[in-house]
């Protein structure tokens, strides 16, 4: 009887190998009889495995290879040819299933240096923060350290994500990163931030939308239709009093690995002049139907999941990166 070695490894998004407690794979024929093969356990999977298994006799079928990982999100469409192919071999790029982390943050003072100055500059300042959906946070810097709830946490993440995004994306009218104009958070949720910002982001952004189909024409640049400013108005925490105060929002979105980066930003009426609002937020989908499918699906999850947003920031780092391997400081790590 013929022998069969299928050999499985697996990456995370950060591009090194996977290490998970448990991991189930179902062989499967596919092809001419569907039924199952084997299934094998493996406990402590350490970056890859081989599955040795008995070669099928008098026959040339089609099997699948089916793993499942207790830590990632599933992976399917696995075929190969027993006969032809006695040693196949599988590569898994795997994304995290987000209820199986947890978030571990590194202490405000231990922030890195340059890197996070600019954050630590807006977080001093930062003495009223809400939550749009949870208890408030109050002075982001003396509570820095001690949020617990997990609204808190998702929000708190959230916000390390974006900034990581606004600190390496550039303005390209200005020449520096986007979170250089922000000057004071107000509002933060597990999807957003929102923050007073200096005018120029408005100037701007406001730039960039009037030269969509000249200037920044096919450069990653993109808006929305005037009625999903609806979506935004919500965000704005309640002293701004938009209804009485809006006198202007506009939205660009800015490219970023399968989604965007949204900055909407809203000019309003204050006793001291006008102020300028900045709402941050990323999303899964550029495509009109997937992003469609994402709106529907918040209403009930509450928004994007920032350890999905972590996926797609550390696969970006490490596609930019000379060895393959993510090297982005988001200023916490998932355990």
């Given amino acids: ?9 697996a990456t995370t998004m950060e591009g090194v190998g996977v290490v998970d407690p448990l991991v189930t794979v179902e062989i499967r024929e596919v092809n001419p009889f569907p039924r199952p093969v084997k299934n094998f356990t493996i406990r ?17 079928p089609t099997w699948s290879v089916n793993p499942t990982f207790s830590r990632f999100a599933p992976v399917g469409g696995n075929f190969f040819l027993p006969i032809a192919e006695p040693n196949p071999e599988f590569e898994f790029p795997l994304t995290r299933m987000p209820s199986a982390w947890k978030v571990r943050f590194t202490p405000l ?26 208890p408030p946070v109050g002075d982001l810097a003396a509570n820095y350290d001690a949020v617990d709830n997990n609204a808190q946490i998702l ?36 999807e957003r931030f929102l923050a007073e910002v200096e005018k120029a982001l408005f100037d701007n952004v406001l730039t960039i939308l009037t030269g969509l189909h000249g200037e920044f024409a096919d ?53 001291g002049g006008t102020i300028y609002l900045l709402d941050c937020d990323m999303d899964e989908h550029l495509d ?15 928004g994007t999941n920032p350890l ?7 696969r970006d780092s490490a596609q930019k990166s000379v060895s393959g391997v993510a090297d982005v ?7």
Wanted: glycine share 6%; proline share 6%; charged share 20%.
């Fill in 109 to 134: 003072a231990a922030l890195a240096s340059p890197r996070f100055d600019p954050l630590k500059k807006v977080v001093a300042v930062s003495n009223s923060v809400d939550l749009k959906n949870g």
């Fill in 308 to 314: 999905l947003m972590h996926e797609y920031i550390v």
């Fill in 219 to 271: 450069k990653g640049y993109s808006t929305e239709p005037p009625s999903d400013q609806a979506l935004h108005t919500p965000n704005i925490p309640p002293q701004y009093d938009f209804r009485s105060n809006l006198i202007q929002m506009i939205t660009v979105k800015i490219a970023y690995e399968q989604g965007d980066v949204q900055l909407t930003v809203s000019s309003l009426k204050s006793e």
């Fill in 288 to 302: 009109i139907a997937a992003h469609a499918a994402d709106l529907a699906e918040h209403l009930h999850t509450g």
């Fill in 155 to 190: 929000a708190k993440t959230a916000l390390l994500n974006l900034f990581s995004v606004m600190r390496e994306e550039v303005d390209p009218i200005g020449g520096v990163p986007w979170f250089n104009y922000v000057q004071k958070i107000v509002r933060l949720d597990q």
């Fill in 1 to 9: 009887m013929s022998q069969v070695n299928i050999k499985i490894s």
């Fill in 329 to 335: 400081d988001l200023g916490y790590v998932l355990v």
């Fill in 44 to 60: 402590n999977f350490d970056s890859e495995a081989v599955l040795p298994l008995d070669g099928p006799e008098g026959t040339n």
